[in-house]
């Protein structure tokens, strides 16, 4: 009895409930970030086109679909018996044209399953454009109106959007000359 105890608090500190109702970015997602975020090629343009077409297919009607279709039906799929694990075998879908390496098969698996998890809409730009600094690194949104890559990014748009440093003098500005009082109010 005292065993079995000890071995279930093993396992709940071996997998950490991370805060419940918060996404976590699997390991395949991960990698697909960083492969999108390498330099350009004609394989990443592809899977960025299909990024594309998934994210119009969810807006439009039979002829995004379509277009999407015609995208994928290109690496004719076949599955492939990859590797054994315990009692699992693991079949993934492969492409059998010499022409896509593996990386790009992977990649477009990876944001078709997204598009089949209702997620593919997650995969972004930043949206960092400021006079000094800009960025487009690709990101997984965990929230979903998250629009930036990292916070930095984030704080860096807040700082330096139009607007931002006028804002923050009136704000100081107001601060100084018209104290809060007592109630939490701006005196006149
Ligand atoms: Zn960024």
């Known amino acids: 009895m005292k065993r079995k105890q ?34 350009e090629t004609d394989a990443r343009k592809r899977v960025k086109t299909i990024i594309e077409r998934s994210q119009a297919a969810l807006s439009g009607g039979s002829e995004e679909l379509r277009a999407l279709d015609s995208e994928i039906t290109r690496y004719r799929w076949r599955d492939h018996a990859a590797y054994k694990a315990g009692n699992r075998l693991f079949i993934v879908q492969t492409t059998d044209q010499p022409e896509f390496e593996e990386a790009e098969a992977f990649a477009v698996r990876m944001v078709l399953s997204l598009a ?49 440093k006028e804002r923050n003098r009136a704000y100081q500005h107001d601060y100084y000359h018209h104290p809060v009082n007592k109630k939490g109010r701006r005196t006149k």
């Not at 000890?6 to 960083?34: C, H, M, Y």
């Not at 748009?157 to 931002?164: C, I, L, Q, S, V």
């Open 116 to 164: 089949q998890e209702g997620k593919v809409g997650r995969l972004k730009q930043c949206e960092l454009r400021t006079p000094t600094q800009s960025c487009s690194a690709w990101f997984y949104a965990e929230q979903a109106k998250q629009r930036f890559c990292s916070t930095p990014h984030q704080q860096l748009f807040n700082r330096e959007k139009p607007g931002a």
């Open 6 to 39: 000890q071995n279930a608090s093993d396992r709940s500190t071996q997998s950490p409930q991370k805060g419940s109702g918060f996404a976590e970015v699997r390991w395949t997602t991960r990698v697909l970030i960083g492969w999108l975020n390498e330099s």
